[in-house]
């Protein structure tokens, strides 16, 4: 517990000057996300040690510069890197389709993380402390709520620790946190956009968690990686913040 206390800690002092100073700095975190989450995702496959550490970071690398060009090239970008993608297995035997899709998946979704980050961004800096509220609150509430009165398994074949209760504990102090913020420091959020946030964001998040438990359940894996002491890798961290920025900045398309 301890251990785990205080690698949170150390996250949160890392994680903290970026998102508050921005520019360059910003996007060295958000390059740094996607290309360590890139090959903790692809570590996962049997394969991998015939991919080389240096093709697998220069995918990945796209991947960023995807997320970071202007808007008219990114789509490009990132449909060249596909292509080179699928069309791998054709030149090189020792990766099959299945690897390669997989690569492309986990591509995609680097992505989609990466310009969903900066699109509620850019659009308001304190948007998304209000998604980390909602995402790691209903973390914390999860824990303590499944801790303190956790009886009812939710989905023990993906996630057997994981129960009712603590979901619906992590649901409530994700969405009150949330809610608190939006109308007392954001406070001219949209009311349809802030309503739909502290409903959803909670529910999405765990849906996130669980999604990538599946992942690692399929792979035999405890965690994708143990670059954090206790917390396992980037993606353990982060897996229901990517399922919950991508429904944020989906919600912002739809209503703003």
Known sequence: ??????????????????LVIGGYLLYALIALVIIVGGF??????????????????????????????????????????????MATPVFYKKMTSEDS???????????????????????????????????????????FAGSLFGKTKLIPSISPKKTVEGAIGGWVVGALLSLLFALFIIKDMNMLLMILGCLWLPITSQIGDLSFSAIKRHFHVKDFSNIFPGHGGFMDRIDSLVFNLIVLSSFMVLVL
């Open 40 to 85: 903790e995702l692809v570590n996962l496959l049997a394969s991998r040690k015939f991919l080389s550490t240096p093709w697998l970071f220069l995918c990945f690398s796209i991947v960023v510069l995807a997320v970071l060009v202007p808007d008219k090239y990114s789509f490009s970008v990132l449909s060249i890197l596909i292509l080179i993608l």
């Open 101 to 143: 899709f997989y690569v492309i998946a986990s591509c995609c979704l680097l992505y989609m993380l990466g310009v969903s980050f900066l699109h509620i961004y850019n659009f308001n800096e304190l948007y998304i402390w209000y998604l980390l509220l909602a995402t790691y609150g209903c973390d914390t509430g999860a824990y």
């Open 1 to 18: 517990m301890i251990k785990r206390i205080i690698t949170a800690l150390a996250i949160i002092a890392c994680v903290i000057p970026p």
